[in-house]
Every structure is written in structure tokens, then in C-alpha cells.
């Protein structure tokens, strides 16, 4: 079974500046969808982007991009110019290709300091 | 698009009664439904694939008698928490699949309390 884990419960970032967060993922399969979904204090939970295993290239959603290490089983998440509306928890999760369930890590909550 | 929508958003209930909570897909449909538990600060833990037309498919300890869910439509589930207990109060949360993409859209969630 695949498992995704965030090794970072909690991260904080002064507002402008940039910060990553972490996920790594363990699977057997070639084929498969990641994301990141960032859930506010509304508890919405929001797709913030996603990524095609079998895209090199790594995606990129105005100021949110992904550092995509298919080989290392890494996903990680770089928010830019940080916004203090960007603070939420930030969920990380895996999909297999032609399956419908998503597979989520246990969350970072980003604080983000004015 | 893709708007899910969930009611109610909030709802108190008493020991010992019964709760439903729908979910439904606005502007698109879905075959398959999923419905989530959300305790606080953690993440969302898988109850069930509910399946249109079928019975739905419950996550390993999850108690089928008590979170009854009807996947009536192509655009509607509900989820019923069946003689409710103070341990059932909790963060559920719905999500909706595209047929064509699989990609999930969530609902805002209900917040229950059982008193």
C-alpha cells in the first residue's frame, strides 16, 4: 500500500519570503498523480497543484511550485513571496494512475508572520 | 466548475438520534463519492467510497451499521450516523470524482456535535 508522509507538522515563514515544505512518498508503482491541498481555517480544502509522475518537468501554479524527485520519492512544495493568506494546513497526497482514492499525508500547518 | 456542496454545515444533535448529512455535486456527475473524518489538527481519514447505484465500500473499522450512506444519484450521497454518541462528533467532509478525470472536488464539510 502507499504511504505519504510530511516529516514537518509545523512551519512559519515571515510574509515575502519563501518556504518549502516536505513530502515523501513510498510506492511500487510508475504511474501515479501527486497534489498538494491546502486546507484554510474554513476547513475548504482547496487543490493548490498537482503533478503527473510521468512529467519531468515540475509544475508550477503562479507562486507555488513543486521540486518533483521521482527517483528519491519526493514532493516537496516552494511557496514564494509568501502571503499571510497562504497560512492553511497544507496536505500532501498520492494517487495511483486509473484509481479514484487519494492516499494523504498528515499535514503541515504554515503560519506565515507579518 | 466543479462544485461540491455539503448541508448541513453545522448540526447538533442529541445522544441516541440519527444525523444525515448530504453531499452533492453542482455542475457535474459523479459516480463515485468519497466521505471523509477530519478530528482536529490531523488529516482526513478515508470512511468510504460511496458507488451510484451500489452498496459503498468502507474503510477497515469503520462501522457500516452506524454511517449508512446512499449514493442515490449521480449527484447526491448522504451519510447517516445512526444512533449518534458524543465520540461521533467530528469533521466529515465529502468529495466528489469526475468521471472522465478521477480528479476530487471537495465539499465545505459539516461539523457535528453530538450533545
Known amino acids: 500500500a502507499q504511504t505519504v508522509t510530511q516529516s514537518q507538522p509545523e512551519m512559519s515563514v515571515q510574509e515575502a519570503e519563501t518556504v518549502t515544505l516536505s513530502c515523501t512518498y513510498d510506492?511500487?508503482?510508475?504511474?501515479?498523480?501527486l497534489f498538494w491541498y491546502k486546507q484554510p481555517p474554513s476547513r475548504q480544502m482547496i487543490l493548490v497543484i498537482r503533478?503527473?509522475?510521468?512529467?519531468?518537468q515540475n509544475a508550477t501554479e503562479n507562486r507555488f511550485s513543486v521540486n518533483f524527485q521521482k527517483a528519491a520519492k519526493s514532493f516537496s512544495l516552494k511557496i514564494s513571496d509568501s502571503q499571510l493568506g497562504d497560512a492553511a494546513m497544507y496536505f500532501c497526497a498520492y494517487r495511483s494512475q486509473g484509481a479514484q482514492k487519494l492516499v494523504f499525508g498528515q499535514g503541515t500547518r504554515l503560519t506565515i508572520n507579518p | 466548475g466543479a462544485v461540491v456542496s455539503q448541508h448541513p454545515s453545522r448540526v447538533i444533535c442529541k445522544s441516541g438520534t440519527s444525523v444525515k448529512i448530504e453531499c452533492r455535486s453542482l455542475d457535474f456527475q459523479a459516480t463515485t463519492m468519497f466521505w471523509y473524518r477530519q478530528f482536529p489538527k490531523q488529516s482526513l481519514m478515508l470512511m468510504a467510497t460511496s458507488n451510484e447505484g451500489s452498496k459503498a465500500t468502507y474503510e477497515q473499522g469503520v462501522e457500516k451499521d452506524k454511517f449508512l450512506i446512499n449514493h442515490a444519484s449521480l449527484t447526491l450521497s448522504t451519510l447517516t450516523v445512526t444512533s449518534a454518541h458524543p465520540e461521533d462528533s467530528s469533521f466529515y467532509i465529502c468529495?466528489?470524482?469526475?468521471?472522465?478525470?478521477?480528479?476530487?472536488?471537495f465539499g465545505p464539510g459539516t461539523r457535528l456535535t453530538v450533545t
Open positions: 468529495s466528489a470524482c469526475r468521471d472522465v478525470s478521477y480528479e476530487q472536488y
Open positions: 503533478q503527473e509522475a510521468y512529467k519531468q
Open positions: 510506492t511500487s508503482e510508475s504511474d501515479y498523480y
